[in-house]
């Protein structure tokens, strides 16, 4: 005897996204076009408009622009509005310093053993460098860069050492785009993929020390070729 089974598969109906799942996920599209220039330093952002765009009320939208204010990325203008930021160069030195010394307790501070499946996300992020690199463009590098990040925060077990290293992140990241032109695309993917073949060697013999050694030391060129530029950029202004 056999059974009729010709009925067609349940739709699944997606979860309704919570109020806490809504507000994460308009504050990370808001950082990220921030971060990528789509917002450029000095444009104002429309409460009415980003709550129109998201068909929510502006309550929710006050809420998110208050934790980007918090993070540095923009500044509420008493009557002007809200306004994304400019990083200055004193503050993004300090900025650097900082994330130098949290990059070395990425592997101190419970750090969290890779399954196979996660190196092999790093491999994908090499391959896809080695794609993008045959056609440089800033915001494919920036992109790539952002979700190499997140498998290095998803490295360590403690909260508090993966939020502050988030913050500062994104606080440095559109510098680094704004300063693409000068810094080279081509340098600047080579440099980055000689890092996550390094981490990637490291975490695949379990080496988590060196992991935060091999970041470190990235961070600390990266800001090294940043200041270079800049210092180039402001004698060429001056005329020297």
């Known amino acids: 005897m ?29 950082r990220d076009r921030i971060c990528l220039l789509d917002y450029a330093p000095g444009s104002r952002l429309s409460e009415e408009e980003l709550a129109q765009e998201f068909e929510i009320s502006r309550t929710p939208v006050r809420r998110v622009l208050a934790r980007l204010e918090s993070e540095g990325l923009v500044q509420s203008v008493h009557g002007v509005g809200t306004i994304v930021t400019d990083v200055d160069i004193e503050e993004l030195q300090q900025v650097y310093h900082l ?12 750090p ?55 913050r500062l992140y994104f606080q440095v990241a559109r510098v ?16 980055f993929r000689r890092e996550m073949e390094e981490v990637l060697a490291a975490a695949e013999i379990g080496d988590w020390e060196s992991i935060g050694h091999i970041r470190r030391a990235h961070i600390s060129m990266n800001f090294r070729r940043m200041m270079r530029h800049a210092d180039e ?8």
């Open 233 to 240: 950029a402001t004698d060429f202004d001056n005329g020297m």
């Open 112 to 166: 969290i053993p890779r399954k196979p499946e996660d190196l092999d996300r790093i491999r994908a992020l090499i391959a896809r460098c080695d794609s993008d690199i045959l056609n440089p463009d800033q915001r494919a590098f920036l992109r790539l860069n952002m979700d190499f990040f997140y498998e290095l925060t998803a490295m360590t077990g403690n909260q508090p050492l993966r939020e502050i290293s988030e």
């Open 99 to 110: 994330r130098l010394e949290l990059a070395l307790l990425v592997g101190k501070l419970s």
């Open 2 to 30: 056999t059974l009729e089974t010709d009925a067609a598969p349940t739709a699944v109906t997606p979860r309704p996204l919570s109020a806490r799942e809504r507000f994460e996920r308009i504050y990370r599209i808001l």
């Open 176 to 191: 680094v785009l704004k300063m693409m032109p000068q810094l080279g695309l081509v340098e600047e993917f080579t440099a």
